[in-house]
């Protein structure tokens, strides 16, 4: 059983940046990537980026530029570094971690993006 915990989240001025964390823990489990997504109110959840546990990661198109996935191995926590956050960010962000066999979420951070 793997558990997910994202933090980061809160309230941010157009143009405004955050880091969202999503911190793993459980017992025997191997990481094969790590996604984030988001949902916006009334929208299908989407995908935003992925790291593998090799490093390599892939961006939606449209947070290419302005996201940035990482991750630090020893800890088992990736973060997404948000960079000019416009409104239509404005979303729930969860986290999602692939192991050879199951997937797993988180409870999701808000995200508010705002005057």
């Known amino acids: 059983q793997v558990q997910l915990v994202e933090s980061g989240g809160g309230l941010v001025q157009p143009g405004g940046s955050l880091r969202l964390s999503c911190a793993a823990s459980?017992?025997?489990?191997?990481?094969?990537?790590v996604g984030w997504y988001r949902q916006a109110p009334g929208q299908q959840r989407m995908f935003i980026a992925r790291?593998?546990?090799?490093?390599?990661?892939k961006y939606a198109d449209s947070v290419k530029g302005r996201f940035t996935i990482s991750s630090d191995n020893a800890k088992n926590i990736v973060y997404l570094q948000m960079n000019s956050l416009k409104p239509e960010d404005t979303a729930v962000y969860y986290c999602?971690?692939?192991?050879?066999?199951?997937?797993?979420w988180g409870q999701g951070t808000q995200v508010t993006v705002s005057s």
């Open positions: 790291i593998t546990s090799g490093g390599s990661t």
């Open positions: 459980g017992n025997d489990f191997r990481i094969n990537a």
């Open positions: 999602n971690l692939l192991t050879s066999t199951l997937g797993y």
